[in-house]
């Protein structure tokens, strides 16, 4: 989310996105339910995670948190269509996404803004090369952001959720999630810290954080018989779809 955005910057808000979308029955269906429905931005398996906390339940009208939590909010029916508004004014989203991702991918992103237009939420969707991914992050032409991370990259939590982290582009700050990190830097393998944190990022719905894949692995059966094959040229963090046997 970026916080930047009138609407995401109240937790209420957030909270609606983050209970409106159906993320397991998207992961089931669209994703063949491979891997788990995140809680927080590590895996289940990191010893950071809180295995306390538990993701979000779908809410079928999750506007209504919206509607009954901010009093400037109304939601009106035309048809068999919702819309939210802010003060009599259609409340829109951009979405972005890398151009790059796998048909997969986009199956499930195109199921998440279904999800998201039945809050009654105008959605506009814009696709980026990867060459300037980090580069628009850090503008301002984007309410939601898709993005996949590896295992290495989500265990620097604090660089993304620090007021001043280095890839904070959300511009997300809480004071109190802030000084948990600093304990954590004093003492990094102390869980009832990691609780902490897990439970703000969870509780504050810092961030949508949609699953992982535990199927990240394959092999094709030339690297068996063939000695010339260079295991360490193969990108082992890219999506499987786009794997190829490098000669």
Known sequence: YHSVNKHLNNKYFREAIIKGVDRKDIFIKRLKNQGTVLSGPWFKSSPKSCLTIFPHEYKK??????????????????????????????????????????TVERDAIGAIIKDIKKLGIEVNVKTITKI??????????????????????????????????NQNYSGYCNENLDES?????????????????????????VSMFLWNSNKMYAFNRKILYENSVETNSYDFFSNPENWHLKK
């Open 181 to 205: 990190f600093e304990k954590e830097k004093k003492q990094p393998l102390d869980r009832k810290i990691s609780c902490d944190i897990h439970d703000i990022l969870h509780n504050d719905y």
């Open 61 to 102: 009208n999750a506007n209504e948190i919206i509607i009954n939590n901010i009093p400037e909010y109304t939601l009106e029916q035309k048809g068999s269509k919702k819309i939210l508004k802010q003060n009599g004014k259609r409340v829109s989203l951009t979405i972005i996404y890398p151009k790059e991702t796998t």
């Open 132 to 165: 300037s991914w980090n580069e628009i992050l850090k503008g301002n032409h984007w309410d939601l952001a898709y993005t996949t991370e590896t295992q290495d990259v989500a265990s620097s939590v604090a660089q993304q959720y620090e007021c001043n982290g």
